[in-house]
C-alpha cells in the first residue's frame, strides 16, 4: 500500500489544521492505521493510531483532547485533526499502516510508511 499525507502548514498557537493520508494500491480497512511526528533533532514518536474499523483509537497522552483520528475506509483516507495546536507540535507529520500493532507501537513495528508533511506552530 503506498500513503500520502498531506495538509500540513503554518498555524498560529490554538489554531487547527487537519492532515490527510489517501492509501493506494491496497484497502486500509485491513491495516491499522498510524500518524507519527518527527521534530527535528529528536527521533520519530507515535502520535495516534486507529483501528482497523476505526472503532478503537489510541493517543499519545500530550495530544489526548485535542487531537483526533478518524478513518474513511470506502475513501480509502486517514484523517488526523488537530486542535489547539502548540509549538511543541511542530514537527513533520507521517501516517503509516500497519498488520500486527496497536497502541504506543514502534515505527519499526509498522509496514508501510508515507512521506511526511510539514506542521509548524508559531507562538
Known amino acids: 500500500v503506498q500513503l500520502q499525507a498531506s495538509g500540513g502548514g503554518l498555524v498560529q498557537a490554538g489554531g487547527s489544521l487537519r492532515l490527510s493520508c489517501a492509501a493506494s494500491g491496497r484497502t486500509i480497512s485491513t491495516y491499522v492505521m498510524g500518524w507519527f511526528r518527527q521534530a527535528p533533532g529528536k527521533e520519530r514518536e507515535f502520535v495516534a493510531a486507529a483501528s482497523r474499523t476505526g472503532g478503537s483509537t489510541y493517543y499519545v497522552d500530550s495530544v489526548k483532547g485535542r487531537f483526533t483520528f478518524f478513518r474513511d475506509n470506502h475513501a480509502n483516507t486517514v484523517y488526523l485533526q488537530m486542535d489547539s495546536l502548540k509549538p511543541e507540535d511542530t514537527a513533520v507529520y507521517y501516517c503509516?499502516?500497519?498488520?500486527?500493532?496497536?497502541?504506543?507501537?514502534?515505527?519499526?513495528?509498522?509496514?508501510?510508511w508515507g512521506r511526511g508533511t510539514q506542521v509548524t506552530v508559531s507562538s
Open positions: 503509516a499502516a500497519g498488520v500486527r500493532v496497536w497502541g504506543n507501537a514502534s515505527p519499526s513495528d509498522y509496514d508501510y
